[in-house]
């Protein structure tokens, strides 16, 4: 079993919903979270990041940790079809070396 | 510019050939990672550098793969004799310090391997 469980899609949207991007993990030690936008051919493109539980948001993103249920979730509004990409949910432990552990990525459509 | 650098972009190498991949990060940036990422596997950790030490090279592969860091700056990976499932993205991000601090990449060397 994958430390970090991410449903990788793909995942099709009309233009203007809400989207919900999830991982599970199963190390009760992971303290932070971040979420990663990847466009075809790039690098990953960091979009939030958080090291509590609890709701998060920043502009038409919304990133939620639930450290009791081992689940975090990203939420897009008004998806765009700027938005269609990759996304990676990453987690990190120990303060000593900053190593992530990445979840397998959702590749999300927006369709206009 | 201000984000981390990679060169090259892509690389194709024969089996057998040696390749050096390079790294430059984020100006102020002390932390440095390097990760690999492929169909099979996902984004895999390589290996950390705080300055110019590496106190975590827990994920390189064998011992065909190098990493070193000069000035605490510039990073090169080095993989000798490369073997065919080499052939991945290899990508490297910075940090202002390690652990909580968050993580930009770059876009990556992609490498195939003939």
């Known amino acids: 079993q994958k430390e970090v469980e991410q449903d990788p899609g793909p995942l099709s949207v009309p233009e203007g919903a809400i989207v919900s991007l999830n991982c599970t993990y199963s190390?009760?030690?992971?303290?932070?979270f971040m979420w990663y936008r990847q466009y075809s051919r790039k690098g990953p493109e960091l979009l939030m990041y958080?090291?509590?539980?609890g709701n998060k948001e920043d502009g038409r993103f919304t990133a939620q940790v639930d450290k009791s249920s081992k689940y975090i979730s990203l939420f897009i509004r008004d998806s765009q079809p700027s938005d269609s990409a990759t996304y990676l949910c990453?987690?990190?432990?120990?303060?000593?070396?900053?190593?992530?552990?990445f979840g397998q990525g959702t590749t999300l459509q927006v369709k206009p | 510019g201000a984000g981390v650098s990679q060169s090259p972009s892509n690389k194709v190498t024969e089996k057998g050939k040696d390749v050096e991949l390079r790294c430059d990060p984020i100006?102020?940036?002390?932390?440095l990672y390097w990760y690999r990422q492929s169909l099979g596997q996902g984004l895999e950790f390589l290996i950390y550098?705080?300055?110019?030490?590496?106190?975590?090279k827990s994920g390189l592969p064998s011992d065909r793969f190098s990493a070193e860091r000069t000035g605490g700056s510039v990073s090169t990976l080095t993989i000798q004799r490369t073997q065919q499932e080499d052939s991945a993205v290899y990508l490297c991000?910075?940090?202002?310090?390690?652990?909580?601090?968050?993580?930009?990449f770059g876009d990556g060397t992609r490498l195939s391997i003939l």
């Open positions: 958080t090291y509590s539980s």
């Open positions: 550098f705080q300055g110019n030490s590496a106190p975590d």
């Open positions: 991000a910075s940090s202002l310090d390690r652990g909580y601090q968050p993580q930009h």
């Open positions: 990453a987690m990190g432990v120990s303060s000593n070396t900053g190593k992530l552990i």
């Open positions: 100006s102020g940036h002390t932390a």
């Open positions: 190390n009760s030690a992971f303290q932070y």
